[in-house]
């Protein structure tokens, strides 16, 4: 067990450029969440996954945001024509759930945007 | 949505002391989480319950359900434990959805 892996761990890129970031969840943790966290604030959530369905979006992720888990196992979250304001740390989780229970998260590192 | 409040925002005590630290939220949930994050970023999970009171060495999870109120306490305070303390609970309350977190408290201990 590795725990959470993300990639990349920076992220620098131009206004409008389009970013990819990558979660690797634990092996056998069925959910994967994605969540921003902004300096001097909590993490906010962004959107879930339950194997490879996404069950639940926050209205923070606006159209320009899509997040994937194909085959159940990692994900990706991906940001287009990105903008300052989408500056932050990108923080992904897992956890083993079953129904309404669930096991605590594990979290990765995170990934930092910064939009220039 | 289930929204959070933590209490106090920032604390600063000497090492040694007992640590309280509160949450507050909205909406009736199945468990809360108690986090821990040190400067750099990485999140770390303390506690996740659901009635009671758990513990785990110098730290303990009190909740009140009917309440709708958790404490997080730390005895006998170590400059290691200086982090950001973070309560978070389910979005809309169920346990199968993502978390609303707290702003957190920053808790410093000097030595």
């Known amino acids: 067990d590795t725990g959470v892996s993300q990639d990349p761990r920076h992220k620098i890129t131009k206004r409008g450029q389009n970013v990819t970031f990558r979660c690797d969840p634990i092996?056998?943790?069925?959910?994967l969440y994605w969540y921003r966290q902004t300096l001097g604030q909590g993490p906010e959530f962004l959107t879930y996954?339950?194997?490879?369905?996404?069950?639940?979006k926050s209205r923070l992720l606006s159209d320009r945001f899509s997040a994937e888990r194909p085959k159940g196992s990692f994900s990706t979250l991906e940001i287009q024509r990105t903008e300052q304001g989408d500056s932050a740390m990108y923080l992904c989780?897992?956890?083993?759930?079953?129904?309404?229970?669930?096991?605590?998260?594990?979290f990765g590192n995170g990934t930092r945007l910064t939009v220039t | 949505k289930n929204e959070v409040e933590q209490s106090p925002q920032n604390l600063t005590a000497q090492e040694g002391e007992f640590i309280t630290i509160n949450c507050s939220y909205s909406v009736g949930i199945s468990a809360l989480h108690w986090l821990q994050q040190h400067p750099g970023g990485g999140i770390v999970s303390l506690f996740m319950?659901?009635?009671g009171k758990k513990k785990h060495g110098r730290l303990i999870a009190t909740i009140n359900i009917q309440e709708k109120h958790s404490s997080l306490h730390i005895t006998a305070s170590h400059p290691r434990d200086s982090a950001v303390y973070i309560c978070?609970?389910?979005?809309?309350?169920?346990?199968?959805?993502?978390?609303?977190f707290g702003k957190g408290t920053h808790l410093i201990i000097q030595p």
């Open positions: 978070a609970v389910p979005y809309s309350g169920g346990g199968a959805d993502g978390l609303t």
């Open positions: 996954f339950q194997n490879e369905a996404q069950l639940e």
């Open positions: 989780a897992s956890s083993l759930g079953s129904g309404s229970q669930d096991s605590p998260l594990h």
């Open positions: 319950l659901s009635s």
């Open positions: 092996s056998e943790h069925n959910r």
